[in-house]
């Protein structure tokens, strides 16, 4: 398939059977990009106004495991979303950029099976993604990015990497529970998240040029994110290490800190 075929099916198509399309080869055909204000997505896939509260416990109930499951499918398919944009209005004129480009490829089609992984979940439990408001949080911070290395900024270093934390968090909660179908999804989602974050940290050493890698970060990161987005409650240092963050990116990492506590997370309340 056209790359330009494949990210026109993600973003201009609203039903998931699109967002989902997997094709073994992308060409990578010359095409020219286009703005877009939100991805199409059908009613029942629709951004809301509305907030919903990220469930904080009482998760042997059904309900509220399914609002846990919906909140991070809409992440994984925002994720989708967002990778395809970027597939799409940044060049691919050179073999490296082409080989930056397979990356993200190899990312979307895990954000994909993560989306169906907490999808299928959530049918089992009785419900349908879209039960509950979905958000276009990820969306509205990351669409306006300019170069390759805000995009890594924002998606692998700050909301993939927080992602490192949660999904090890929410892992041991459902485990304990005894759900033990959505605690391996979540075991799944955190061990392919230290590889996109690896695949930032790649990137990122490659064009800091004379910095460090914690001084590139917060100089690309755009603003008003700030490094504090990219930790959940308690940061595994463990998943870090594997994705080759240095010691003193981590170190700094720990010991960030601003107005903004990272648990007050309006998405997931």
């Not at 629709?46 to 309900?63: D, I, L, T, Y």
């Not at 082409?98 to 999808?119: M, N, P, T, V």
């Not at 590889?195 to 460090?212: A, C, E, I, P, Q």
Request: some cysteine; hydrophobic content about 40%.
């Amino acid at each position: 398939m056209k790359l330009s075929c494949f990210v026109k099916e993600i973003l201009l198509k609203g039903d998931i059977s699109n967002k989902l399309i997997c094709p073994e080869t992308i060409c990578f055909d010359e095409f020219r990009a286009f703005v877009l204000d939100k991805p199409i997505r059908n009613n029942h896939l629709a951004f809301s106004e509305k907030q919903v509260r990220f469930p904080k416990g009482h998760f042997h109930k059904k309900e509220k495991t399914a609002m846990a499951l919906n909140a991070f499918a809409n992440h994984e398919l925002l994720a989708v979303e967002i990778m395809a944009y970027a597939l799409m209005i940044f060049p691919h004129n050179t073999d490296e950029s082409i080989k930056f480009k397979r990356g993200i490829l190899k990312s979307l089609k895990d954000e994909q099976k993560h989306f169906q992984l907490y999808a299928n979940r959530m049918s089992e439990l009785g419900f349908e993604f879209g039960d509950f408001p979905l958000n276009d949080f990820f969306w509205r911070h990351m669409s306006p990015m300019k170069t390759e290395a805000e995009y890594l900024s924002m998606m692998a270093l700050t909301f993939e990497a927080a992602n490192l934390d949660f999904s090890f968090h929410y892992e041991k909660i459902f485990r304990d529970l005894g759900d033990i179908k959505t605690a391996d999804i979540l075991r799944e989602v955190y061990l392919d998240e230290i590889s996109h974050v690896s695949f930032g940290v790649h990137y990122l050493n490659l064009w800091r040029k004379d910095k460090t890698l914690w001084d590139y970060y917060s100089e690309v990161l755009p603003f008003p994110l700030t490094p504090a987005r990219s930790k959940g409650k308690k940061l595994i240092k463990e998943s870090r290490i594997k994705a080759k963050m240095d010691e003193e990116f981590i170190e700094n990492l720990l010991a960030y800190k601003n107005d903004f506590n990272v648990l007050e997370r309006k998405e997931w309340k």
